[in-house]
C-alpha cells in the first residue's frame, strides 16, 4: 500500500448538529399577546357595552312605564277630586269640561298628553294636546271600549316605548267617565340614556386602550422572560454551558428556566465525560498501528484514523479492494479474513455492519512483516540447522572414521584430525554469530556516544590487512563526530572491510570513505571494484543465512550484513547498499552527526 494521505476527513463532532436562530424579531409574541389581551379588552367592553346598552334601555322603559302608570293614576285621582266638586254643584258640562281640562293641564307636556271622555264616550276636554289629535293614537277605541266597561287598558309594545293606557273615572261611586293616555317616554330619560351612552363608548375606549397597554406590559415581561430563556437554550444548542441559566420566579417560566439550568447541568457533566472518554478513544484511534475506517451507506467515509491513510482515495471513499468488503458486511452483519492480498501488501480484514449508524465499521490489520518475519524465522531455523548438520556431521563421520582403525593409520589420524578441526573452528564461528546476532535482537535500540569517526575508522583500517593485489584507499573529511557506539561501530567497518576484501578479486580498490551527509548525517562508505551484486539479490543481501548465488557464494554463513544491520539499527543509524553488477559495490552508513565533545570516545 502506497503512503498516500487522503484529505482531511470531516468527524461526526465537527458537523454542527443544530443551526441557531440569530435573526431578531421587532415584536414576535410580545406583539401577538398585546393584540390578544387588546382583542380580550374589545370584546369584553363591547359585551358589556351591549349588556349594559340593553339593561339601560330596558330600566328606562320599565321606569317609563312605571312613571306613566303612577302619573295616570295620580291624574286619575285629580280628575276624581274635580268631578266630586263639580257634581257637588250641579254643574253644566262647559264647566265639567273647564274643571277636568285644568285638572289635566298640569300634566299635559311633550311625553304625556290625557283626553278625558264622558261615560257616553263623548270627548269632553279639547280632541288635540300639543299637536297630537287623540284619533292619532293607536288603539285609542278600543281603549276606551275598556276604559267605559270598567277595565283598565295598557298597551305599552308601541314603538319608540310609547305607552296607551285607558282608565275609568269613577265620582261618587259611579263611573262617571275615562281617560285616554298617550305617553311617550320622557326626554330627560332619553337625555340621560344618550349621555350615558356616550359614557359607556368613552369607558369602552379606555378600557381597551388599557387593555392593550397592560396587555402590552405583560407581554413584554413574559417575552422578556422567554427571550432570555430562547438565547440561554441557543448558548446550550452552540455548546456555551459555562454561563448558568439565573431563572427567576416562581411560575412556570420560573420552573421552565430551572429546568434548563439542572438540562445545562447535566449537559456539561455528560460532555466533560464524552470529551475524556473522545480524548482516550482518540488517542487510541491515533496509536492504533490497525486502521480504522467508518465507511456509511452512500460508500464515503465517515472515520479514518491515521494508519488507514493509504487505505482512502482522495474523493473520501475506501481503497476498490476494499469496497467488496463494505458489501458484504452490510449483508451478512460481519466478515473477516485474515490474509487478503491488497497491491504488494497482506492484511487481515475485520468487518462488521452498524445498523444504528448506518454504516460499516473496517479494520484493516498489515500483517506483511509479520508473515515476513515469521517466513525469515522458518528460514532462520531452516538455515541454522542446515549450517550446523553439516559440521556436525562431517564430525560423526570422522569420529566413526577414526573408531574404525584409521586412528592406527598416522597419516589418516591427522588427515581426519584436521577435518575435525576445521569442522569445530566452523561450529564456533556460527555459534558465536548467532549468538552475536541473538544479543542485537535482544538489545533494541541502545544509548550512544559521541564518537570520533576518524579515530574509528583508523582502528577499524589497522585490524584489517589487505590481500595482495588489493588497494585500500582511505578518504576522511575533518572533524567528523557521530552518535553511535565506538565497539559496535569498529566491528560493522571491520565486518564491511573484510567482505569488501573477500570479493574483489586483484587487481582491485577498496575505498573507505567519511564525510559529511545530507541532512545533518555522517555517512561512511566501503566501496569495492569487485563483481557486484545482481539487481534482484540487492534487496535480500542483509537477510540472515543469505549469500548470494553464482559468483557471489563463498565461504561463510550469510549472517555477517544482517549482524552488521542489526548493529547499525541499534545506533539509530542505517545501512543502504548500491551496486551495479561488473562495478564493484557501495555500502553506506548513515549516522547522527553531533556536536563534538571535548573527550570523544573512538
Known amino acids: 500500500m502506497a503512503n498516500l494521505r487522503p484529505p482531511d476527513l470531516p468527524s461526526t463532532a465537527e458537523r454542527p448538529a443544530i443551526s441557531t436562530l440569530t435573526h431578531r424579531r421587532a415584536f414576535g409574541v410580545r406583539l401577538w399577546l398585546a393584540l390578544m389581551f387588546a382583542a380580550i379588552g374589545i ?23 312605571e312613571l306613566t302608570e303612577l302619573r295616570t293614576a295620580e291624574l286619575q285621582g285629580d280628575v276624581e277630586g274635580a268631578l266630586r266638586q263639580i257634581t257637588a254643584i250641579n254643574p253644566d258640562e262647559d264647566q265639567i269640561g273647564g274643571r277636568v281640562g285644568r285638572a289635566l293641564a298640569p300634566v299635559r307636556s311633550e311625553s304625556f298628553r290625557a283626553w278625558y271622555f264622558d261615560i257616553g264616550r263623548g270627548l269632553v276636554t279639547s280632541p288635540e294636546v300639543l299637536t297630537v289629535n287623540y284619533r292619532a293614537v293607536p288603539g285609542y277605541q278600543q281603549a276606551i ?91 446550550i444548542a452552540e455548546g456555551d454551558l459555562e454561563e448558568p441559566m439565573r431563572a427567576s420566579g416562581r411560575d412556570e417560566i420560573g420552573d421552565l428556566g430551572r429546568a434548563l439550568d439542572s438540562m445545562r447541568i447535566a449537559l456539561a457533566e455528560s460532555f466533560d465525560a464524552l470529551s475524556s472518554e473522545r480524548d482516550r478513544l482518540s488517542a487510541i484511534f491515533v496509536s492504533l498501528e490497525d486502521a480504522v475506517i467508518v465507511v456509511g451507506s452512500n460508500g464515503d467515509v465517515r472515520f479514518a484514523n491515521p494508519a488507514a491513510s493509504p487505505l482512502v482515495q482522495a474523493d473520501g471513499t475506501p481503497i476498490e479492494p476494499l469496497k467488496p468488503w463494505v458489501r458484504r458486511a452490510t449483508h451478512r452483519g460481519t466478515v473477516e479474513h485474515d490474509h487478503v492480498t491488497i497491491g504488494d501488501r497482506v492484511v487481515a480484514i475485520g468487518a462488521r455492519n452498524l445498523p444504528a449508524e448506518g454504516a460499516a465499521l473496517i479494520v484493516v490489520r498489515d500483517r506483511t512483516e509479520e508473515l ?49 578441526a576445521s569442522d569445530i573452528d566452523r561450529t564456533a564461528r556460527l555459534t558465536k554469530a548467532l549468538l552475536t546476532l541473538a544479543r542485537m535482537e535482544a538489545i533494541g535500540e541502545g544509548e550512544a556516544d559521541v564518537v570520533n569517526v576518524e579515530m574509528a575508522v583508523n582502528e577499524s583500517v589497522a585490524v584489517v590487512e ?135 570516545v573512538a
Open 466 to 600: 589487505a590481500p595482495e593485489g588489493i588497494e585500500l584507499v582511505v578518504e576522511m573529511a575533518a572533524e567528523l563526530t557521530a552518535q553511535a557506539d565506538p565497539v559496535l561501530l569498529r566491528q560493522v567497518l571491520i565486518g564491511l572491510l573484510t567482505n569488501a576484501f573477500k570479493h574483489t578479486a586483484p587487481p582491485g580498490t577498496v575505498t573507505l570513505r567519511a564525510r559529511h551527509g545530507a541532512d545533518g548525517e555522517v555517512e561512511i562508505e566501503v566501496q569495492d571494484t569487485g563483481m557486484g551484486i545482481p539487481a534482484e539479490e540487492r534487496d535480500r543481501v542483509f537477510e540472515r543465512f543469505y549469500r548470494g548465488s553464482g559468483s557471489l557464494e563463498r565461504e561463510g554463513f550469510g549472517l555477517g550484513l544482517a549482524i552488521a544491520k542489526r548493529m547499525i539499527d541499534v545506533m539509530g543509524g542505517r545501512i543502504t547498499v548500491s551496486s551495479e553488477e561488473g562495478l564493484g559495490s557501495t555500502f553506506t552508513i548513515s549516522l547522527r552527526q553531533v556536536a563534538p565533545s571535548p573527550a570523544p
Open 43 to 65: 370584546l369584553s367592553g363591547t359585551s358589556v357595552y351591549l349588556f349594559v346598552s340593553e339593561s339601560s334601555d330596558q330600566a328606562a322603559s320599565d321606569r317609563a312605564l
Open 372 to 420: 515476513r518475519r515469521d517466513q525469515a524465522e522458518r528460514e532462520f531455523v531452516s538455515n541454522a540447522a542446515h549450517e550446523l548438520r553439516n559440521p556436525i556431521a562431517g564430525m560423526s563421520g570422522a569420529i566413526e572414521v577414526l573408531r574404525s582403525g584409521a586412528k592406527d593409520d598416522p597419516e589418516a589420524r591427522d588427515h581426519f584430525l584436521d577435518r575435525l
Open 145 to 235: 271600549r275598556d276604559a267605559q266597561r270598567g277595565e283598565t287598558y295598557l298597551n305599552s309594545d308601541l314603538p319608540n316605548d310609547r305607552v296607551v293606557t285607558a282608565t275609568p273615572v269613577f265620582a261618587n261611586g259611579t263611573q262617571s267617565g275615562s281617560l285616554l293616555i298617550f305617553a311617550e317616554r320622557p326626554q330627560e330619560v332619553d337625555s340621560a340614556l344618550e349621555a350615558l351612552k356616550r359614557e359607556r363608548l368613552t369607558a369602552l375606549t379606555v378600557a381597551v386602550i388599557v387593555a392593550a397597554i397592560i396587555g402590552f406590559l405583560v407581554a413584554s415581561l413574559i417575552t422578556t422572560r422567554v427571550k432570555r430563556l430562547a438565547a440561554a437554550a441557543g448558548r
